[in-house]
């Protein structure tokens, strides 16, 4: 083989190399953020733990929503105290003030950001979209809690204040994507 031919294949392993990293960056920093509980993403968990301490944490909710989207959408409370390890319950409002059925997709962190770890959800609202009618009112519920192994973690065990923070935005809804899609005629 040439050196030119060499150097031609090289570069072009360098290029796909490079577009498989491109590819997987995004899938790779979701789930180092899941794990991590990096820049704030929460925990997903089936149940609270069975220990609950009396060390309590202050948790504030935050709801924001993308102009676009038509909707107001607001916590139901702005805090809650929660005992570490208590399985606890929130809910949010959405309401569409639009004259159009919209579809909507929640984003979400806590704040500080090295609270994330240990912000559980049970059940979220965010974890699936949320379709509403023309003028529909909703209360969407979060449950959560605030795992006991803070305590131990001692870039975290200061955390007594936590802020979870919502934005909804404009999705289009998985059934109407998958309608979009023409059908393969077969003959």
Known sequence: ????????????????????????????????????????????????????????????????????????????????????????MAYYEAVNNTDETITGTASYNVAPEVAGYYFSKIQCFCFTEQTLKPGERVEMPVNFYVDPELLEDRDASWVRDITLSYTFHRTEPKQAALDAVPANNVN
């Open 1 to 88: 083989m040439s050196r030119e031919s060499r150097t031609a294949l090289g570069l072009v392993g360098v290029v796909l190399t490079m577009g498989a990293l491109a590819w997987a960056a995004v899938p790779f920093y979701n789930w180092f953020c899941r794990v991590t509980g990096f820049a704030g993403t929460t925990q997903v968990s089936d149940a609270a733990p069975d220990e609950v301490l009396e060390e309590v944490v202050r948790v504030r909710f935050d709801a924001n929503v993308d102009e676009e989207l038509g909707w107001t959408f607001r916590p139901m409370q702005t805090k809650m105290d929660v005992r570490i390890g208590e399985n606890a």
